[in-house]
């Protein structure tokens, strides 16, 4: 949405790009907001999970404001889109540019990735190889300070490098937003100049890359490193990675200011890890840790639960392995078989989906998925029980503790972080 935004902006069409789920805008205030823009056409990302909400907006909106969907909802089911939230047009895949050839012409000639009641055929577009193309993405509209990740120290802003990833795990759905297994970067001098623009621009204390897999491309990350420590640019900044990182790349990611490595681990089971299928080395999995810590880098491991060929017993073990490490972060999530993946192929052929219903998917803490073996329950119960083990762990560490409210309280001020850690101290209970 950003890159569109700008990319509109610089080829002369008056566009806005608003968020009103960060901002927190209600219904009402949200419609206030169309009203008074009055624009002829919205772009928006309606969602599996969201679709009934999405449509009762887009139908308050009226019909003299043509609307098109994108994303992925849009992209795996474009007539259902098109049919269940009422939007005028779907655009399908990477829409960036076809957008922009949309409003060129008026709309009197649709792309060929566009849906339209009258035009049911469509093609994925082509994608962009050249990253450079895009121009830097809109901030203002919605403000920077409406995004932070937690991981990052204080207040941060997002950035990304490349897109797409060197793994095809069977739960992504990266594959089915962009249409082919592609890995696409930009070169190293333009992430830097973004980054020296961000600095003279804005006040922050870290950038994060939000990206796919920034080490897809050893030579990518790599790079960007030297591009950095050339230019003597002193940024605070981590990425999000994955377990076949090496040590020599971790060590140029310190060196070229990097603070924190976040990282798909997943598992640890090579059982589970081989029917996903992500093959991370058995030395690497826990290993990426330690050598974060002897770098002094923090480090960030991503976990999931109820994937196939896991058990209670299996991801149990994987989670006390990985606290014991003491990473400075974990994230814990439910395997969730997304529409269009092959995880959810794979469960609905299986009888291992609760539902078909997308929509019950959306909660936190609860399994869309149960096994013969381990049932939805045992694996919600796994969830919450997994968090509290890293609760009660960091309960226990001062330093982290100190990080996690310096952090907050530098975001959100005082009140806010004195409310969020109590809930917090709470649930370590």
């Avoid at 928006?44 to 969907?69: H, Q």
């Avoid at 076809?98 to 649709?110: A, D, I, P, V």
């Avoid at 990080?403 to 649930?427: C, D, H, Q, V, W």
Wanted: aromatic share 14%.
């Amino acid at each position: 949405m950003g890159y569109t935004t700008s990319l509109l902006k610089n080829n002369g069409f008056e566009a806005v790009l608003k968020d009103a789920i960060a901002l927190e805008w209600s219904l009402q205030e949200t419609l206030e907001y169309i009203k008074a823009f009055n624009p002829q056409y919205i772009i928006c990302e309606p969602t599996w999970v969201s679709v009934r909400d999405d449509k009762l907006l887009l139908d308050a909106i009226g019909n003299n404001i043509k609307k098109i969907a994108v994303g992925n909802y849009a992209t795996n089911y474009p007539y259902d889109c098109l049919r269940d939230t009422g939007v005028d047009y779907v655009a399908v895949g990477e829409y960036e540019f076809s957008l922009l050839e949309f409003f060129r012409n008026n709309g009197r000639k649709l792309p060929e990735n566009f849906v339209y009641s009258s035009k049911k055929d469509y093609k994925m577009p082509p994608l962009v190889s050249n990253l450079d193309l895009f121009p830097f993405p809109e901030r203002d509209d919605t403000p920077i300070k409406f995004y932070n990740e937690p991981s990052c120290y204080g207040k941060n802003v997002v950035m990304v490098s490349s897109r797409g990833c060197r793994f095809q795990c069977s739960f992504c759905n990266i594959e089915r937003v962009y249409g082919k297994h592609i890995y696409r970067k930009r070169s190293a001098e333009n992430v830097v100049d973004e980054m020296v623009y961000l600095k003279n621009k804005y006040k922050f204390d870290e950038i994060y890359f939000d990206d796919d897999n920034m080490v897809s491309d050893k030579s990518h990350i790599e790079g960007i490193c030297r591009e950095i420590i050339k230019r003597g640019l002193k940024i605070k900044w981590l990425c999000m990675g994955d377990g076949f990182v090496t040590d020599e790349t971790l060590e140029l990611l310190a060196k070229a200011g990097c603070v924190s490595y976040k990282y798909g681990l997943e598992h640890l089971d090579d059982e589970v890890l081989k029917a996903i299928p992500k093959p991370i080395p058995s030395e690497r999995r826990l290993g990426i840790i330690k050598k974060c810590k002897e770098l002094g880098l923090r480090s960030y491991v991503n976990l999931i639960v109820g994937l196939p060929k896991s058990s209670w017993e299996k991801d149990l073990k994987m989670i006390k392995d990985v606290i014991n490490e003491d990473p400075d972060f974990i994230q814990i999530a439910i395997a969730t078989p997304y529409p269009g993946t092959r995880f959810y192929q794979e469960a609905k052929e299986k009888g291992w989906l609760i539902s078909e219903d997308p929509t019950y998917f959306d909660a936190t803490g609860r399994s869309a998925i149960s096994y013969p073996d381990y049932s939805a329950p045992k694996i919600e119960e796994m969830f919450y029980l997994g968090w509290k083990l890293w609760y009660r762990h960091i309960r226990e560490k001062p330093m982290k503790l100190k990080f996690y409210f310096m952090s907050e309280m530098k975001r959100n001020g005082l009140p806010s972080t004195i409310k969020k850690t109590m809930a917090y101290f709470l649930k370590s209970l």
